[in-house]
């Protein structure tokens, strides 16, 4: 609105164009690391942009809809990252419960037309438990950034009890509501970037100086299986990043598993791009911090089996050249008899 003093903006305003850039910046955490749990944290974001403050004019039944949908999805965001570091699916039931339960108190509110009172109660009192629950268990993968998200959460989900209880008995003003709703939402931002974003997160805690890898030589090139045997032990405790078939990672390892069964740091072998993205952004970190990355790829004739050849031989040809640019190393474990002479030969010049 314009006044004498020039423009203001509404607090409003600015906790929606807050939520939407968090929840595109959240998507983007996903896109590079494949977490389910980036994904459902950044649909809650998205799905609170359309909750306003309850001093607007914004029609209760969406309001009460959106509400639960944005806990559902931050609480299915926190189930699924509890689940990915303690490598434990949670039980269904809780799977069922927890998420669908202000969802649907928010469907059942809005199909009376009445005050999305407790839907924003439902939410607020599942967010506190999260809050701590997160905080208990999560602490020893993200150390203060775990008790920062679990209190940040705690609040929201205080402030979503009392919020509407207070305006509705005249305790709070309008105004009030909308500036504690902006300071809320911009503590939240700063709490989920800060686990969201954090290096054992994106999978690079470990990527530290001081590791010996002076026997292992600069490039690219082709290992047998049984030589990977061999060199494997000689890299425990050192970063490497790993795309594995068949064989367990070393201690420190960054590893995934190439198979079309889902799980958690798997990669099915259609998605190829992933394995160039990770590596990028591999050896990109391992560049910052003075280390020289090393990347291994296990079976890639099993690749070959979901592309065609053509495809894979352009992947390892682009990770030739970035191993090349930030100066490490690519290691592709096969075996000379699962491929005909030609493409054998192709894969020799293109790793040269």
Known sequence: MMGDHGMIISPQWLTVALKTAAGVVFLNAYLKSKRKSALFLSLGWISSILVSPPSTSLYPGVECIFTGMAAAFTLTGILTLIEEEGGRRSPRAMHLTLPTL???????????????????????????IAGVIFTELMSTYYRRNAT????????SGVASMLHPIAYENGLLTPDVVMYNSLVIATMAAYAYYRVIYSRHFLGFENLVPGHGVDAIAQGAGIMSERDFR???????????????????????????????VQGANVIPPTSMYRITETT?????????????????????????????????VKMLATLRDSVLIHGGTLIIVTEKDVWDEGEWNILLRTLE
Not at 107 to 126: D, P, R
Not at 149 to 155: A, E, H, K, S, T
Not at 282 to 294: A, C, D, S
């Open 148 to 155: 920062l998200f679990g209190v940040v959460l705690g609040v």
């Open 280 to 312: 990028n952004m591999y050896l990109r970190e391992m560049e910052k911090v003075g280390n020289r990355g090393i990347v291994i790829i296990e079976a890639v004739e099993f690749l070959k089996l979901y592309n065609d050849f053509r495809s894979v």
């Open 230 to 260: 061999e060199l494997a032990p000689r890299l425990d405790g050192f970063p490497v990043l790993a795309f594995l078939r068949n064989s367990e990672p070393m201690n420190g390892w960054l590893s995934y598993r190439i198979s079309t």
């Open 102 to 128: 202000p969802a649907v108190y928010g469907v059942i509110e809005a199909s009376f037309n009445g005050s999305c009172t407790g839907t924003y109660i439902t939410s607020g009192v599942l967010l506190l």
